[in-house]
């Protein structure tokens, strides 16, 4: 298994969608890095992960950081199989992203300790977009980029 698709997938994916999530819940909420980052932890130890400060935040971002490469790792074995994945790549990196959000939304996050928020028209389509662009697109482009 090569890991350089991995290792640059998760991380350029996973830099994207955090820098895409600050953004977002800094203009529509005013919710500040750290408090996101929280958040994030907050799917693994629940509320009390508000209380943690620097040290829940930075689990927040290792989390974030794991699954960015965890999705990475899913496509690259998959495009092992089934190479059409990285002979169109945008398109499939598109199609991955929505299966990414759809299986984040309705499996990862309900068995996690996330507080449930709101569901909106709004929330559900930047939500859907970062992670069609900024998760699904540059993987498929990385996995592509190291399959030459």
């Given at each position: 298994m090569n890991l350089q698709p991995i290792f640059w997938g998760g991380l350029i994916a996973g830099t994207l969608d955090i820098c895409a999530a600050f953004m977002t819940a800094w203009l529509r909420a005013g919710i500040g890095p750290v408090r996101l980052l929280q958040f994030v932890a907050s799917g693994l130890?629940?509320?009390?992960?508000a209380q943690g400060g620097a040290k829940t935040a930075v689990l927040g971002l290792?989390?974030?950081?794991?699954?960015?490469?965890i999705w990475t790792i899913v496509f690259y074995l998959a495009s092992r199989k089934w190479l059409f994945l990285i002979e169109r790549p945008v398109m499939f990196g598109l199609l991955y992203g929505i299966a990414?959000?759809?299986f984040m939304n309705f499996v990862v996050l309900p068995l996690s300790?996330?507080?449930?928020?709101?569901i909106?028209?709004?929330g559900t389509t930047i939500g859907l977009l970062t992670i069609?662009?900024?998760i699904g697109l540059p993987i498929a482009l990385v996995v592509r980029r190291f399959s030459r």
């Open positions: 130890l629940g509320p009390a992960a290792a989390l974030h950081f794991l699954i960015a490469t990414v959000y759809t300790l996330v507080a449930r928020r709101p909106t028209a709004l069609m662009f900024c």
